[in-house]
């Protein structure tokens, strides 16, 4: 016989109960919560001076059982604190509201088109990939100028802040006064097709002049001592150029630097002239066709060009060969690919229909120079490292069955250099947005 008519002894309080020792003594604990309302881990039950376990029957303590009828458990412990009702009531998805729903969820909020306004949604969309930028508007006061003395930069930097204020509040923004400060400050956005519509425009003339707005209006942090703005700071790279006179090599090559808030990447129609021999008067040269299917030649492409000058050693135009290098790498870098080019015959700007490949990371180490990439070593050096250790605890993961709890630290690095704040230190990037046109025109 398993089963036995029991007794439990609680402080005053005593019940009666079936016990049933093929079940382990779990059960039983189970049972005396569903009597008392003390949760089993607060339990302590015993029975002639031993203490009963979770897990199985002492053969001592059964036996007794069995010799005793309606044998008595004394039950020690306390009932838990009753549930408190949460301060705050769930809320279903069902009952939110828009502004809700788009914190909650933490979705990219929507622009609505205006009319061929694709293009300044984009633009806005995909600066808003950066959270400096972001943050720096939140910053930036005041307010329109239209009824005052009209300032058209100012202004479209305040309708810009406003617009990224409400998508982190709302799933679909209007930005109509944005697109109509565009309009005024900028006329060309404002020309209609035959419709009687806007008229489609370039994405990338539209990132262009917003951020030379940006640049013009949004100062560097108070607590950086730099007299660079910040569209600079975080936008703006720096060119090493050396000009070398091909046909006169004892000329000294002439270097310079120069400012780019934009990287250029030109999809080669098929002519590259390479210079053989030089004579006072005639370049002889071959052709070659250079297929620009990558991103990376095609940069290389913009960094390596012949052009013609006057030289004052010769007394005339000469061939020289300038050579571009990065000296200075910018937190976020802007490349555009020249897809249009001008057709005599038609008239128009007609597009480039060619695949270029990119991928979802960018290396420029390559067309850095040679004192900027020393300086990039370092924490290059540290990331191969952390993207090691990650492939060998992947391989790991994959060779063993066991799982593990533990919690990986992390380092986190700065991503500029200490003296440099907005540059980058690795000259390695991570793709952010595309801003890209269909169609293959220009409007």
């Avoid at 969820?105 to 300044?120: A, E, F, K, R, V």
């Avoid at 984009?122 to 005041?142: H, M, N």
């Avoid at 009687?196 to 013009?216: M, P, T």
Wanted: negative net charge.
């Amino acid at each position: 016989m398993s089963t036995f008519n029991v007794k439990i002894k609680w402080n005053k309080e005593q019940y009666d109960l079936e016990l049933d020792t093929n079940e382990p003594p779990s059960v039983f604990k189970a049972q005396i919560f569903a009597l008392t309302g003390v949760s089993t881990d607060r339990q302590k039950v015993v029975f002639k001076g031993g203490v009963i376990k979770d897990d199985e029957w002492n053969s001592t303590m059964l036996k007794s059982i069995k010799n005793v009828t309606g044998a008595t458990f004394l039950m020690m412990g306390s009932v838990g604190e009753l549930p408190v009702e949460p301060q705050e009531k769930a809320v279903f998805v069902e009952d939110m509201t828009e502004k809700e729903l788009a914190v909650a969820l933490d979705q990219p909020s929507g622009l609505i088109n205006l009319g061929n306004t694709c293009y300044l949604n984009a633009t806005i969309q995909s600066l808003s990939s950066v959270p400096e930028l972001r943050e720096t508007l939140k910053k930036y006061k005041g307010s329109l100028t239209l009824n005052e003395s009209f300032d058209g930069a100012h202004d479209i930097v305040v309708s810009l802040r406003d617009v990224y204020n409400k998508m982190e509040t709302s799933a679909t923004v209007m930005p109509v006064l944005l697109l109509e400060m565009l309009h005024i400050m900028f006329p060309q956005f404002a020309e209609k097709a035959e419709n009687g519509q806007f008229a489609q425009q370039d994405a990338n003339e539209c990132w262009s002049e917003l951020i030379k707005v940006l640049q013009q209006k949004l100062k560097i942090e108070p607590n950086v001592t730099d007299s660079r703005n910040f569209i600079t700071q975080y936008f703006g790279g720096t060119l090493q150029s050396t000009m070398k006179c091909i046909e006169d090599e004892s000329e000294e090559p002439a270097v310079s630097k120069e400012n780019f808030l934009q990287l250029s990447c030109f999809i080669s129609q098929g002519n590259i002239f390479k210079i053989l021999n030089h004579f006072p008067l005639i370049c002889f040269a071959y052709i070659y066709f250079i297929d620009v299917k990558y991103l990376q030649t095609g940069l290389k492409l913009r960094l390596e060009e012949e052009i013609k000058k006057y030289s004052t050693k010769l007394d005339r135009d000469a061939c020289y060969l300038k050579t571009s290098r990065i000296s200075r790498l910018p937190a976020y870098v802007s490349i555009n690919l020249i897809r249009f080019f001008y057709k005599e015959k038609n008239s128009v700007n007609a597009k480039i229909l060619k695949d270029v490949k990119f991928s979802l990371t960018l290396d420029l180490y390559e067309l850095c120079t040679p004192e900027l990439q020393k300086k990039l070593l370092p924490m290059r050096q540290k990331y191969k490292d952390y993207e090691d250790k990650k492939v060998e605890k992947m391989q790991q993961k994959l060779k063993t069955t066991t799982t593990t709890t533990d919690v990986e630290k992390k380092e986190y690095y700065d991503y500029s250099f200490e003296d440099d704040p907005g540059s980058n230190n690795t000259g390695l990037y991570e793709l952010y947005s595309v801003l890209t046109h269909k169609g293959r025109s220009s409007s």
